[in-house]
């Protein structure tokens, strides 16, 4: 089955520098692959997702990178805030099947 | 409109006590999910029903774990003979469809067994 790996566990960044989590995956039939974030006390909410037929998104601060050759895929914040402290979870699924999500990015912006 | 709602939000149990844990989706909503998040861990698969469908029981990690959902809506985690290790917040989502679709959680309800 489909197996989706995200690195770092922790990420600490300076307020106003950029923050990239990053993710892989095991099974190539895959081809959706949604990012979310989890605030404290809350369930996860969808930021921004992708489809295997394009290699790049972006929503304003968030982009989001696909390299289906390679099997991974990213997700960039950029000019990070206060709010964006969080976790970030990737995660990654394919037709008739459900989704698999990564441990988790625990994401501190530091002042 | 109404999210996914989950209650209690809050459950303490002696351990060896059964507790039912409840979740409502948004209205429409054909695809619900359960899955259980340890104290800084991850989303562990434990369910998922779609339609008519049998479901999808190949997280549940014991027979202790079962879940129904009736009339395609509100669905109930029931586990049996609790134990501490059981101790997690449970989390429910529903989605319009179920395969590649946005998933909506709920808020979860942290359970503690003594």
């Known amino acids: 089955g489909e197996n989706v790996e995200q690195h770092p566990s922790t990420l600490s960044v300076q307020e106003g520098d950029s923050a990239v989590i990053k993710c892989t995956y095991s099974?190539?039939?895959?081809?959706?692959f949604p990012w979310y974030k989890q605030e404290l006390g809350k369930g996860p909410q969808l930021i921004i997702d992708?489809?295997?037929?394009?290699g790049e998104k972006k929503d304003q601060r968030i982009a989001v990178t696909l390299n289906k050759t390679a099997k991974h895929f990213s997700l960039h914040i950029t000019e990070t805030q206060p709010e964006d402290s969080a976790v970030y979870f990737c995660a990654a699924s394919k037709r008739d099947d459900k989704i698999i999500f990564g441990k988790g990015t625990r994401l501190h912006i530091l002042p | 409109g109404a999210g996914v709602s989950q209650s209690p939000s809050n459950k303490v149990t002696e351990k060896g006590k059964d507790v039912e844990l409840r979740c409502d989706p948004i209205?429409?909503?054909?695809?619900l999910y359960w899955y259980r998040q340890s104290l800084g861990q991850g989303l562990e698969f434990l369910i998922y029903?779609?339609?008519?469908?049998?479901?999808?029981k190949s997280g549940l990690p014991s027979d202790r774990f079962s879940a129904e959902r009736t009339g395609g809506s509100v669905s109930t985690l029931t586990i049996q003979r609790t134990q501490q290790e059981d101790s997690a917040v449970y989390l429910c989502?529903?989605?319009?469809?179920?395969?590649?679709?946005?998933?909506?959680f709920g808020p979860g309800t942290r359970l503690t067994v003594t």
């Open positions: 209205s429409g909503h054909t695809a």
């Open positions: 029903f779609q339609g008519n469908s049998a479901p999808d």
């Open positions: 992708i489809r295997s037929n394009v």
């Open positions: 099974d190539s039939a895959s081809n959706y």
């Open positions: 989502a529903s989605s319009l469809v179920w395969e590649r679709s946005e998933q909506y």
